[in-house]
T-cell receptor, first 118, second 114 residues
């Protein structure tokens, strides 16, 4: 079974600085998706960025980028120019790309709580 | 696109009562998921449907929990009888099955069982 591990329960960053959140996963599959979701205090789950395993190029969305190391099964999130609104729980998640069966599930890590200091 | 719509947003009930949570997925999405979030256990999958058919319900805690999807635009999660340990935030999410992309989440229902 696949697992997702976020080893940093809490992180803190100064406004305008850069922070990196870590995520590792375990799978025997070769084709899958990886995601970062943000959950602010409003509890809404917001998709931040996604990466397809067959793509070597790291995904980027504005100030958010990932460092995807497939061999190491690592998927870290970098937030540049941190803003107060970035303060939230961040969840790393894995989803198999195999169609159907019991592999449609999204498997989450335990989350990292990010604080942004003004 | 209205997004995934869940109701109610908050539910407070007494132990032993029946609770029904509702979800309307994004139109056209063929996967629907129910998750539960607690501080202790994080986000756990309860059940998910594909084309209205339950695919994996191994996360449903026990017989007190049941979920239905009578059509492509509506699903319910029912707890009967409810217990204090069921207190959590329950999320519904949907996705388009093509290449199994990201899940789109509703705003969740915060359930408190006293």
């Amino acid at each position: 079974a696949q697992t997702v591990t976020q080893s940093q329960p809490e992180m803190s960053v100064q406004e305008a600085e850069t922070v990196t959140l870590s995520c590792t996963y375990d799978t025997s599959e070769s084709d899958y998706y990886l995601f970062w979701y943000k959950q602010p205090p409003s509890r809404q789950m917001i998709l931040v960025i996604r990466q397809e395993a067959y793509k070597q190029q790291n995904a980027t969305e504005n100030r958010f980028s990932v460092n995807f190391q497939k061999a190491a099964k690592s998927f870290s999130l970098k937030i540049s120019d941190s803003q107060l609104g970035d303060a939230a729980m961040y969840f790393c998640a894995y989803r198999s790309a195999n169609y159907g069966g019991s592999q449609g599930n999204l498997i989450f890590g335990k989350g990292t709580k990010l604080s942004v200091k003004p | 696109d209205a997004g995934v719509i869940q109701s109610p947003r908050h539910e407070v009930t007494e132990m032993g009562q029946e609770v029904t949570l509702r979800c309307k997925p994004i139109s056209g999405h063929d996967y629907l998921f129910w998750y539960r979030q607690t501080m202790m256990r994080g986000l756990e999958l309860l059940i998910y449907f594909n084309n209205n058919v339950p695919i994996d319900d191994s996360g449903m805690p026990e017989d007190r929990f049941s979920a239905k999807m009578p059509n492509a635009s509506f699903s319910t999660l029912k707890i009967q009888p409810s217990e204090p340990r069921d207190s959590a935030v329950y999320f519904c999410a949907s996705s388009l099955g093509d290449r199994l992309g990201p899940l789109h989440f509703g705003n969740g229902t915060r359930l408190t069982v006293t």
